[in-house]
């Protein structure tokens, strides 16, 4: 039995689509082989329907798993998990000492994944899922749905931030950046090469990822081969109509923002019409992403202390802290 099979299998029924991911369970640079890895954290995501009745079950089987909360009862930590910040709840540094291994799980409810993947409201886990993760249980049509939205998203922007021709590893290190763009923790808490330690190894896995979306946007897209070094480039329709027509695509609340934060006042409409003239596209694009992601990540991440606990979060802080200066 694989080990993520083997660790779910302790959770409670009600898990609608779950994933692995992080360091522990995708190959970064400067990381042991996974499976030579004995100290890293897997890193889990579980998505529920119903998080009240889920907590319910799950205090029950784990209450050692949670922090002092676990007297609040589930209803508590329902609503905590969802009505703060990205609305995930967190349980940390959780030893599986029979299977060897630690994990760190973060419970989010399937209405609040679909929003933010579709609409990029906190980019927290829609973050993640913009590079490769394991599958541990497969989504349903309508989070699949949502999940093939997200990848096509994280393309367009990709697509706009990027010139006419490029290479395989500068699109995949752009959409990688997306989600750590204006991420407080990447200041103090994360290796500075993290977006680069993530895509040197993992290019063919990207490419998979993003083939369906790649395939839609060809149009605008063309993948080709140098003949005499045989790299592979991608050049784009970089034409104002096609600048505009990506603008339009965006997720709504990178809309919002890009909006606020244009100095052309009026609708999203007029604002396209304006900054699809001009070369400032990428700065607006920069500047509303940072914002997204520097709220979700500074708030999930203060509300993270609590359901810890304080030496809890001491350790994973120092583990991250070390990050910072390999």
């Given at each position: 039995?694989?080990?993520?099979?083997?660790?779910?299998?302790?959770?409670?029924?009600?898990?609608?689509y779950?994933?692995?991911?992080?360091?522990?369970v995708?190959?970064?640079?400067?990381?042991e082989?996974?499976?030579?890895?004995?100290?890293?954290?897997i890193?889990?995501?579980?998505?529920?329907?119903?998080?009240?009745?889920?907590?319910?079950?799950?205090?029950?089987?784990?209450?050692?798993?949670?922090?002092?909360?676990?007297?609040?009862?589930?209803?508590?930590?329902?609503?905590?998990?969802?009505?703060?910040?990205a609305?995930?709840?967190?349980n940390?540094?959780?030893?599986?000492?029979?299977?060897?291994?630690?994990?760190?799980?973060?419970?989010?409810?399937?209405?609040?994944?679909?929003?933010?993947?579709?609409?990029?409201?906190?980019?927290?886990?829609?973050?993640?899922?913009?590079?490769?993760?394991?599958?541990?249980?497969?989504a349903?049509d309508?989070?699949?749905?949502?999940?093939?939205?997200?990848?096509?998203?994280?393309?367009?922007?990709?697509?706009?931030?990027?010139?006419?021709?490029?290479t395989?590893?500068?699109?995949?290190?752009?959409?990688?950046?997306?989600?750590?763009?204006?991420?407080?923790?990447?200041?103090?808490?994360?290796?500075?090469?993290?977006?680069?330690?993530?895509?040197?190894?993992?290019?063919?896995?990207?490419?998979?990822l993003?083939?369906?979306?790649?395939?839609?946007?060809?149009?605008?897209?063309?993948?080709?081969?140098?003949?005499?070094?045989?790299?592979?480039?991608?050049?784009?329709?970089?034409?104002?109509?096609?600048?505009?027509?990506?603008?339009?695509?965006?997720?709504?609340?990178?809309?919002?923002r890009?909006?606020?934060?244009?100095?052309?006042?009026?609708?999203?409409?007029?604002?396209?019409?304006?900054?699809?003239?001009?070369?400032?596209?990428?700065?607006?694009?920069?500047?509303?992403?940072h914002?997204?992601?520097?709220?979700?990540?500074?708030?999930?991440?203060?509300?993270n202390?609590?359901?810890?606990?304080?030496?809890?979060?001491?350790?994973?802080?120092y583990?991250?802290?070390?990050?910072?200066?390999?």
């Amino acid at each position: 039995m694989h080990i993520y099979d083997k660790i779910i299998r302790r959770f409670p029924s009600g898990i609608v689509y779950s994933f692995a991911y992080g360091s522990g369970v995708k190959q970064q640079v400067g990381y042991e082989r996974v499976a030579q890895q004995k100290s890293n954290v897997i890193d889990l995501a579980f998505c529920v329907e119903d998080p009240d009745k889920w907590h319910l079950e799950n205090l029950e089987k784990h209450s050692s798993h949670y922090s002092g909360f676990r007297i609040l009862g589930s209803q508590f930590i329902a609503s905590y998990q969802n009505n703060l910040a990205a609305k995930v709840y967190f349980n940390t540094l959780v030893p599986l000492t029979d299977i060897g291994v630690t994990i760190k799980y973060g419970v989010i409810s399937k209405k609040h994944l679909e929003k933010d993947l579709n609409d990029w409201t906190h980019l927290y886990f829609a973050g993640r899922l913009h590079k490769p993760v394991e599958q541990v249980i497969a989504a349903d049509d309508s989070l699949q749905k949502a999940l093939g939205r997200n990848l096509m998203s994280a393309f367009v922007v990709a697509l706009l931030m990027l010139p006419e021709r490029f290479t395989d590893f500068e699109l995949f290190h752009t959409i990688s950046k997306i989600s750590y763009s204006g991420d407080f923790r990447m200041i103090f808490g994360e290796n500075k090469n993290k977006v680069k330690n993530i895509v040197c190894p993992q290019l063919e896995e990207f490419f998979k990822l993003y083939h369906p979306a790649l395939k839609q946007l060809s149009p605008y897209v063309a993948l080709g081969t140098e003949r005499e070094t045989n790299k592979i480039f991608f050049e784009q329709d970089k034409s104002e109509k096609v600048i505009e027509h990506h603008l339009k695509s965006l997720p709504i609340h990178l809309r919002e923002r890009i909006r606020c934060n244009s100095v052309t006042k009026g609708s999203y409409i007029d604002v396209v019409q304006s900054i699809s003239t001009k070369n400032n596209v990428q700065d607006i694009l920069s500047m509303s992403l940072h914002d997204i992601v520097w709220r979700s990540s500074i708030k999930q991440s203060i509300k993270n202390i609590p359901t810890a606990g304080i030496s809890k979060s001491l350790i994973y802080s120092y583990r991250k802290a070390l990050k910072t200066f390999q």
